[in-house]
């Protein structure tokens, strides 16, 4: 059996925003069900609800009490301010407790790995980071990755904080803005392009925590070998320099290339390459999913990403048993994303442009 543990309740799927909602909670399930489907011991267990004190640790009283309030169907005045009523983050029915249970699976997967029970953990649930101090955004309620690492904090002096979804971990980002002992690095689609607008090289961090804080804005349609490429030049030398003692590694499917909310051009297996970085290093992980509004890259992304964590040595063709074999029989892509000749010539002087500018900046805080 794994020594991982993998968090995981059907009671994830109450996290729902209703049916024209981009965000669909079945993909979870397909996860799951993808996973236990190759017939290999994994050691499951059920979350616990977050407990209030790790929220009020992250989020301002006011915002908590307007969530539990919205969720009861109680007044609140202006639930805008609290980032509500949007299309991105309507009211749902239930959403305090379904907000506790994705959280409380980060809590508990941070926990795990601070109790010595394991190396590495997994809430596919969870990664939601967009999440601010004082309001929901972009699909994202409370920050459970603020939470988890918390939560490791209280064991480990450093701790990385390592965002491969195609959106910039923004709410993360601010958490952890001017504190030396938490690095975030994000990889994601430019903000000039993309939501959350965020994400600039130039955000370096402030005060203690200058240089902390590392971005890697990619130009649309980028591909593996680009994307590959500022990883392992700009963002995997500086997490290497930061010598974290613990990660939060958040794993958002959404670069791919078939995800229909971005204009990144990854495959599966590229990248996976990312995540198989971050376990070469040695340190303990908690694993969150994140974005990825595909039904049929998210699971088997998901899957081949707990196969490298978790070292179950799986297959890369999808079992048979499976419900949606015969539409997805392979973890990984079996063709090249389609990209016209031009759109790789601007990516790559992008890319280009990125790597040199976070060597100039970020390199020296490093004695790179």
């Not at 202006?78 to 407790?97: A, S, V």
């Not at 003692?245 to 990248?271: N, S």
Request: glycine content about 8%; hydrophobic content about 40%.
């Amino acid at each position: 059996m794994s020594d991982g543990i993998f968090y995981y309740s059907d009671e994830f799927l109450s996290y729902d925003m209703g049916p024209q909602h981009p965000m669909k909670p079945a993909r979870l399930k397909r996860t799951y069900d993808l996973l236990m489907s190759y017939g290999v011991p994994v050691r499951v267990e059920k979350p616990r609800p977050c407990p209030v004190s790790d929220l009020q640790a992250v989020h301002s009283t006011d915002f908590i009490w307007a969530v539990d309030r919205l969720s009861s169907g109680d007044h609140v005045p202006f639930p805008e301010r609290y980032g509500f009523g949007t299309g991105d983050n309507p009211i749902f029915p239930e959403m305090w407790d379904a907000a506790l249970t994705y959280c409380g699976a980060s809590a508990d997967a941070a926990q795990a790995i601070v109790d010595g029970r394991c190396d590495v953990s997994m809430n596919i649930s969870g990664g939601l980071h967009h999440a601010h101090y004082d309001r929901a955004a972009g699909f994202c309620l409370f920050n459970d990755c603020v939470v988890a690492i918390n939560r490791l904090r209280a064991r480990f002096d450093r701790v990385a904080y390592v965002d491969i979804d195609v959106h910039h971990g923004d709410g993360v980002q601010e958490a952890f803005y001017d504190d030396p002992s938490v690095l975030t690095l994000s990889i994601h689609e430019s903000g000039f392009f993309l939501f959350p607008g965020t994400g600039f090289v130039h955000e370096l961090g402030a005060r203690a925590g200058a240089g902390r804080s590392v971005n890697l804005p990619m130009w649309p349609y980028t591909n593996d070998e680009q994307w590959l490429w500022a990883w392992r030049e700009a963002g995997l030398p500086l997490l290497k320099a930061f010598d974290p003692q613990a990660i939060v590694l958040e794993m958002g499917t959404d670069a791919h290339y078939l995800d229909p909310l971005a204009r990144l051009c990854l495959t599966a297996q590229g990248w996976l390459e990312a995540v198989k970085d971050v376990k070469a290093l040695g340190v303990p992980i908690v694993g969150l999913g994140g974005g990825g509004y595909n039904w049929m890259t998210v699971p088997r992304m998901w899957v081949a990403a707990t196969n490298v964590l978790f070292d179950l040595n799986l297959p890369s063709d999808t079992p048979e048993s499976w419900a949606d074999h015969a539409a997805v029989p392979s973890l990984f892509d079996l063709e090249d994303p389609p990209i016209a000749p031009h759109d790789v010539d601007r990516a790559q002087a992008a890319v280009e442009e990125v790597v040199a500018e976070v060597r100039l900046r970020l390199f020296p805080y490093f004695g790179l």
